[in-house]
Structures are given as C-alpha cells and as structure tokens.
C-alpha cells in the first residue's frame, strides 16, 4: 500500500511528519490554520500538491469546529486565511491556486441567497475535501498517460530505466504521486526495469522519501548522489527522466527541486527524454514564463549540517535556493492528468479554455 502523507476526516486532520522519515513514522495533528502554517513553512508536509491540500484542509478544520453568526464573516476568515497559508511557501503555484478557487467559491455561497450560514460552510467543506479524490485520481492519470508516452518509442519486450529528482510521490501528494506515479505505473506494467532516485541536496528528498517510497513499494530502485547523473547517463541506458514541478509557467518553463536544471542539461547531452509531471494546478497561465517565479530560499542550516552534526566548516558562507526553473526549450514533454503536451502548446490550453 502506498504511504499516506495526508490523514482527513472531517474536524480532523494528521500529517505525517516527513522531516523525520524514513528514521521515524509520526503522525502530527494539525488543528488549525496556524499550525497548517507551520507544518507547511518548516517541510513536515512538502510537496506543491500536498501543500496545497493540507493548507485548505487545516482551514476546513478550523471551519467545522467554529461557528459563525454571519456569512461575511466566514468570506473573511476564508479569504484572509488562505492568503496567509499561501505565504508558508512562495515556489509552489499549487496553494496558490487553491486559494483563489476557494475563495471564488466561497463568494459564490457568499451572493447566494438562498443557502443559510451552515450550508455555506458545508459547501465549503465539500469542495475542500473534494480536492484529495481528485488529486489520487488525476494522479493516476498523470501516471498512464506518462507510461505511455514514454513506452511510444521502446520495442514491446523491453524495459525502462527512468531517473527522478527530488520526491514526487506519494509523500508529495493525496497518494501515487506524479513522477513516482508514472514509475509506479511503468512498475505495475511490468516494464519497468529500474528506478533511480538522485540523493536531493540538501534536504535529501530523493535518499530521505523517494528511496523509501520504492523500498516501501518493492519498485527496483537505486540511489545515486546528486553528482553522479551524468556519469550514471554515459553509463547506463537511461529511458528518459521524469520530474515533478512547483510551478509551470505559461510558456513551459519549469520551476522545480534545485538541480532539476542541470540534470535537464545532462538529459539534452545525452539525448534522454526529459518529462515534467504535473497536475494542471501546478502550471501558473498568469506567469509568461519562469523569469518571475519566486525562488524560495531555505536557511544554510540545511547545508552546513546533518541532524545536528556540522559538516561544512564553521564560517563559510551559504547560497540555498530551494529551487531552479528549466528552460521549456530542455524539457520534451509535459504530462497531466489532462495528456501530454509539449511545452510550447500549454499556452492553445488557454485559448481553447476561454
Ligand atoms: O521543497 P519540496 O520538497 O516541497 O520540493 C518538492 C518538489 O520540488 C517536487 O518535485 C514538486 O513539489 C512536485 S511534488 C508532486
């Protein structure tokens, strides 16, 4: 079964706190919008998906334990509450977006007449807890869609290697995950040869969550250090690496795990495919392209020290950014749960939406 990152029923809600694993498994309450914060700011729960979900679901446990006299006053807590949980994180679009579809929504419960207090913050609940059956599904479609396009161009008796970056996976998200999900999906066709999974300085998602996902999971999988990519595609067959994303902006460009980007570089001199997964929620059709996505920086703590053991010397200074944003012109395709699309053709999915 896979690993369940996010625990709901409604009043409650539990995390399971990644900075611990795979040392630890502890489940974490999260009672409110305040500790939704926290969890989210210090990486308990990481991942653009599952920092969105948990956001609006630590404000629909606040809303069902509170009650309200009015409904101007539940539009305010919405929309002053989600404007601060989208500040724990700036990188990932996910919580962003959530944030504005809630509070559209809530505006609409707001004007309508006809339904009292209650029902508006029932409404609330409902379309907030919708959001985890469709994260797991359209996850699951991120994963066929995925495995088919990159078993388009392999003899039908083959297997694939596929190299990820970071934790994309079931950890990331409600469940399967995006770029795990498309492994998963290529494991549960039996066409998977082999999975690898980069370390991930400096928060080691990749050795931390991604390996223990594949452990978990008895997928085939090896890790390698973040230095070893080029040396593991000049030496190896390597199918074509899959990624997952913070934020896709309009013309392709990809925010995601720092190191995405030289690994993408690696990938166009080696002629491996490069995918980025990602549900249609990560890509920001308000952002040109990836110049004016803001970067998270995390504290050189991160850097300088395992657990509480220093291993950079005392005094050097630190540059850690969370994140790097791929050219469009270095990744081969985009998959979502919607089908797969070149980076250059996101922006006719605007055009046809309109
Ligand atoms: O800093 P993190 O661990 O939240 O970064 C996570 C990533 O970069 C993931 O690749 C991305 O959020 C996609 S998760 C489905």
Known sequence: MALEAIKYKKGKLEILDQTLLPAITRYVPVQGVEDGWKVINKMQVRGAPAIAIVGCLSLAVELARESYLDKSTVRRE?????????????????????????????NKYYKNDDISVDEMVQSILKFIEGMLEKDLNDNKCIGKFGADEILKNIPEDSLVRILTHCNAGSLATTGYGTALGVIRSLHNQRRLERAYCTETRPYNQGARLTAFE?????????????????????????????????????????ANKIGTYQIAILAKYHDVPFYVAAPMTSIDFDMSNGDSIPIEERPEREMTHLNDQRIAAAGIQCWNPAFDVTPAHLISGIITETGVFKPESLKDLVSSSN
């Open 78 to 106: 919405v929309e002053g509450k989600m404007n601060y949980l989208v500040s724990a994180r700036p990188t990932a679009v996910n919580i962003k977006i959530a944030a504005e579809d809630l509070i559209k929504e809530t």
């Open 214 to 254: 594949l452990v978990h999971e008895s997928i085939p999988g090896t890790l390698i250090c973040d230095d070893m990519v080029a040396a593991l595609m000049k030496s190896r067959t390597i199918s074509a690496v899959v990624v997952g994303a913070d934020r896709v902006a309009a013309n392709g460009d990809t």
